[in-house]
């Protein structure tokens, strides 16, 4: 299995575990069955109005970027370290307006993720001799970028993660 792949079960695990994603004031909570895994969307011909409405909601999404990257001056003469973007997309729908209720769980989501993930190692995930997170942090500038992320119609709330992974290299080059 894919590093990349191992890193987004982890985070939808953690998710699931870790995190209180209860609703404010009786406001409904983010079900464990409403996390998932989603494949990106990069422009916005590519929507399909059937993936947006089958969505669970409140949820959350986890997208995985579109371009990882390793950059030279990091990691070891054994190991790189390889940067894996990753969005966490917070989506709901109401009928009715949103209430300060609402917008009050939508917040407090955001922070407790946030609050979870910054400066985390994944609880120190090991994936197989694949390599290990290393750390993950929340970058100080957004992702924002149509090339790289979509935001979903439903999202209220997102924020982004940088995962490293700290990756053996293979001595003989063979992959």
Not at 3 to 32: C, E, F, M, P, W
Not at 123 to 144: E, I, K, M, Q, W
Request: hydrophobic letters at 35%; aromatic letters at 10%.
């Amino acid at each position: 299995m894919s590093v990349y792949k191992n890193i987004l079960d982890a985070i939808k695990s953690q998710l699931q575990t870790y995190v209180t994603l209860t609703g404010v004031n009786g406001t409904d909570s983010i079900r464990d069955e409403a996390i998932v895994i989603r494949t990106p969307r990069y422009n916005s011909d590519s929507r399909s109005h059937e993936w947006y409405a089958s969505e669970e909601t409140p949820g959350i999404l986890i997208i995985p970027g579109r371009r990882v990257r390793r950059p030279p001056g990091e990691g070891n003469n054994c190991q790189d370290d390889v940067h894996y973007p990753v969005m966490i997309q917070i989506v709901d729908r109401s009928q009715q307006r949103y209430d300060e209720d609402k917008v009050a769980s939508w917040l407090l989501w955001h922070e407790n993720i946030a609050k979870y993930f910054n400066h985390n190692n994944l609880r120190n995930a090991v994936f197989d001799t694949s390599g290990y997170v290393n750390r993950v942090t929340l970058p100080d500038h957004d992702f924002d970028d149509p090339q790289r992320f979509l935001l979903h119609d439903l999202c209220v709330s997102y924020l982004f993660l940088d995962v490293v992974s700290r990756e053996p290299r293979n001595s003989n080059g063979l992959v």
